[in-house]
């Protein structure tokens, strides 16, 4: 049931694939149960978002920032150098750090003082005052092995039919049976979901791959990039790379943030997509189903009907429709501005004023 900080959403694996607490672990099921709005950066070391963290019940602010700290700070016992003639541990790699200074300069004027007390209280007990920094291996490296090749702009909308097609049959065959048919409900219930973010994510990787404009717009726009800092010396092979460089945010991206996933279709493919807002009860419902083996939170069983899924494939279909028509009409409007010339007038004098 338990793993390690490094296995938790929206943190880095560390180099090595350790456990960065050295030993020390807590529940997944702290962070599991904090909305998909609890955390500003995904792509990168859990960072809480600052206005859902200052009104959070207590349990899920000490969640967050438990999270948020486990990810930059670790046990110097798990790779610090040790010299007892020296005194102890080498911290090579900076520090110590101690949660208490940490803590109170990250979320002080956030989180009560006496909240961000009992974190640190508890890792006190952990490790004591003296932690190291964590140092991350890069998760969001591309890995063309579990990248997705898209031969065509119809291939995402086609896909996604395909697939509610499947699932259709799938519930409406179903045996009618006490066990079977809502274990198959809820199962394809929360395909139907795992769908709509295919679609997403395949739709964004073909403009990648066949519109120069969406990568410089992507860097330029999105926060995720807009926000780095690169050094002159590594900047032309981070250029060069760039495409490999989004391909991997794209493949660690949680699809159902929708708010990291809108930057992408509105900087990067210049459309706005529809509302997400409607997928938020069906996201909490799945987010039971996978994540609580389909229970609620208070432990009572998620009911799904066939009607309920039928319901919802049709709501995603006709979301993945409006977005589909929407990015074909911005592309052919592009199409026309390249085409387009504006005429030059010769006034015989070999300028044009």
């Known amino acids: 049931m338990s793993q390690a900080v490094a296995d938790s959403p929206g943190v880095y694996r560390t180099k090595n694939g350790g456990n960065p607490m ?9 962070i599991a149960d904090l909305p998909p709005n609890a955390f500003a950066n995904v792509g990168g070391p859990s960072d809480p978002d600052d206005s859902w963290l200052k009104t959070a019940e207590e349990k899920h602010q000490i969640a967050a920032m438990r999270a948020w700290f486990t990810a930059r700070y670790c046990d110097p016992a798990y790779e610090t150098p040790y010299n007892g003639r020296e005194g102890g541990y080498l911290y ?3 520090g110590p750090y101690d949660p208490a200074d940490e803590l109170d300069e990250r979320f ?3 989180v009560p003082n006496e909240v961000i007390q009992r974190l640190v209280d508890d890792l006190y007990s952990q490790v004591g005052h003296d932690w190291a920094p964590l140092r991350y291996g890069r998760d969001d490296l591309y890995d063309d092995d579990y990248g997705v090749e898209v031969p065509d702009p119809e291939s995402p909308m086609r896909s996604l039919r395909g697939r509610m097609h499947e699932l259709r049959q799938l519930v409406e065959n179903a045996p009618n049976d006490v066990l079977t048919a809502p274990l198959v409900c809820r199962l394809a219930y929360a395909a139907a979901i795992t769908s709509l973010e295919s ?5 964004v990787v073909y403009w990648l791959d066949h519109d120069d404009g ?6 330029q726009n999105v926060p995720h990039f807009k926000e780095q800092k690169v050094s002159l010396g590594t900047i032309y092979e981070r250029i060069a790379g760039i495409k490999d460089e989004i391909k991997g945010y794209l493949q660690t991206l949680v699809w159902h943030r929708w708010n990291d996933v809108a930057p992408l279709f509105k900087y990067g493919l210049e459309v706005t997509p529809p509302s997400f807002k409607e997928f938020d009860e069906p996201m909490r419902m799945r987010h039971d189903i996978v994540h609580r083996s389909g229970l609620t939170k208070e432990g009572e069983a998620v009911v799904v009907l066939p009607g309920d899924v039928l319901a919802l ?21 592009n199409r026309e501005e390249q085409i387009y010339e504006p005429p030059i007038f010769d006034t015989g004098s070999g300028s044009l004023f």
């Open 22 to 30: 050295g030993g020390h672990e807590y529940y997944q099921d702290d």
């Open 92 to 94: 090579i790699h900076g």
């Open 108 to 110: 002080g004027g956030i």
């Open 199 to 203: 679609f997403l994510w395949e739709t």
């Open 214 to 219: 969406t990568a410089p717009r992507i860097i």
């Open 313 to 333: 494939q049709d709501r995603i279909t006709a979301f993945a429709e409006k977005l589909y028509d929407a990015i074909r009409t911005q592309k052919a409007n």
